[in-house]
């Protein structure tokens, strides 16, 4: 049975850093984070291929990224010089192939993760 695990949230102060983590029980296709913030849509993040590959959204390049270890079954995203917009639910998800094709489409979500909060005060 598929498993996604969050974990690695928090409160931090704009400017700070958090590290997400999500073990991946059974899973081995394109990995990808989304957030959610309350009264939004939820939004792709991150995304990456079982080679590697990643994207990002526009609104997190230059500060957040994705890596894994294939062998732990762990998903990363290091997030960097946070901002009071970065406050949201964060969830990992899994894709259907190997391959994201881009960034990871909510459509597209096999899987999903309970989520973990992040909060970042001004």
């Known amino acids: 049975q598929v498993q996604l695990v969050e974990s690695g949230g928090g409160s931090v102060e704009a400017g700070g850093s958090l590290r997400l983590s999500c073990v991946t029980s059974?899973?081995?296709?394109?990995l990808g984070w989304f957030r959610q913030a309350p009264g939004k849509e939820r939004e792709g993040v991150a995304s990456?291929?079982?080679?590697?590959?990643?994207d990002y959204a526009d609104f997190v390049k230059g500060r957040f990224t994705a890596s894994r270890d294939n062998v732990d079954n762990t998903l990363y995203l290091q997030m960097n010089s946070l901002n009071p917009e970065d406050t949201a639910m964060y969830y990992c998800?899994?894709?259907?192939?190997?391959?994201?094709?881009?960034?990871?489409?909510?459509?597209?979500?096999?899987?999903w993760g309970q989520g973990t909060q992040v909060t970042v005060s001004s």
């Open positions: 059974g899973v081995t296709f394109c």
């Open positions: 998800a899994s894709g259907p192939s190997f391959r994201c094709g881009g960034l990871l489409k909510k459509s597209d979500v096999r899987y």
């Open positions: 990456i291929s079982i080679y590697g590959d990643t």
